[in-house]
């Protein structure tokens, strides 16, 4: 990435949602520094998407986040699909593309899930293999997110951490560090988010993501983004930010809208934890 397309994209940011928008526009709190993007709500949309896109290009810095390429995927995507992602990228100027560590097609047939990968050295693989096609087909620099997963398919060959730490370190990708996922796999699976954050490779961070999540009845965490970020959440992110440095930070905020005034709330006590972070 360029040193100025990074640069611009610094402290909180939200993601782009309908409900949000007309709030988002209007009285966002100055702390809100920039937007996040799904492309494939946008692409081949026009009407409200695309006002809605060009109003917020217009305000703020984007950066873009999708949700369909599944990094551990074995099939190429469609070539059609690359060629309108690369220009919406190019269009909306985001200086890293990411998306999640998972798979989520098989013989074509796309899941509409993210379904976690074997922590193998076949998915290792795997992955550097699609991050190179990618940013070869997409002409920029690509983020892995490390997703929240309820079970590990089959025998692990090692810790999700030396998972990250080889992908990032053999593909040249950078990292996209969700800290709410992060907690919700080591309250799920009895491990330590703590110890998961200190050993992260934070040399490849890129950006990190803050969520809500729900628990349910029987303690079980689901990654919903759409309750209230936890203070245990808040607390992770410190922590990671003083491995990284200040780097950008997204609240996400996927359903369960509440006034947006306790939005605003969350995005000026992150852009504290952030500002607390710089040296």
Do not use: K
């Amino acid at each position: 990435m360029t040193a100025a397309a990074s640069a611009r994209v610094a402290g909180v940011g939200l993601g782009l949602r309908a409900p949000l928008f007309r709030d988002l526009m209007t009285r966002a709190p100055a702390t809100l520094r920039w937007i996040e993007v799904s492309p494939e709500n946008h692409i081949g949309r026009g009407g409200f998407f695309e006002s809605m896109l060009a109003d917020a290009r217009g305000r703020y810095p984007l950066v873009t986040h999708g949700i369909s390429l599944g990094l551990g995927d074995r099939e190429a995507p469609p070539r059609d699909f690359l060629r309108a992602l690369r220009a919406f990228l190019e269009e909306v100027g985001s200086p890293w593309h990411s998306d999640h560590l998972c798979f989520g097609a098989v013989d074509g047939a796309h899941l509409h899930d993210l379904l976690p990968l074997p922590f193998t050295e076949a998915s290792i693989r795997a992955v550097v293999d699609r991050v190179a096609l990618l940013e070869d087909a997409l002409g920029l620099p690509i983020a892995v997110e490390n997703i929240s997963w309820y079970a590990h398919p089959g025998d692990a060959a090692m810790g999700e951490a030396d998972f990250l730490q080889e992908i990032t370190h053999r593909s040249g990708a950078g990292l996209l560090l969700d800290v709410n996922n992060a907690y919700v796999n080591a309250r799920n699976h009895g491990t330590d988010a703590r110890d998961f954050i200190r050993r992260v490779p934070a040399d490849r961070v890129v950006q990190i993501h803050v969520a809500g999540h729900l628990t349910g009845a029987d303690g079980l965490r689901i990654d919903t983004h759409g309750e209230a970020v936890c203070d245990e959440v808040y607390e992770l992110l410190a922590l990671a930010l003083a491995r990284t440095g200040p780097v950008p930070v997204l609240l996400e905020r996927d359903g369960g809208f509440p006034p947006f005034d306790e939005l605003a709330a969350e995005i000026e006590r992150l852009d504290a934890i952030v500002r607390a972070a710089a040296p």
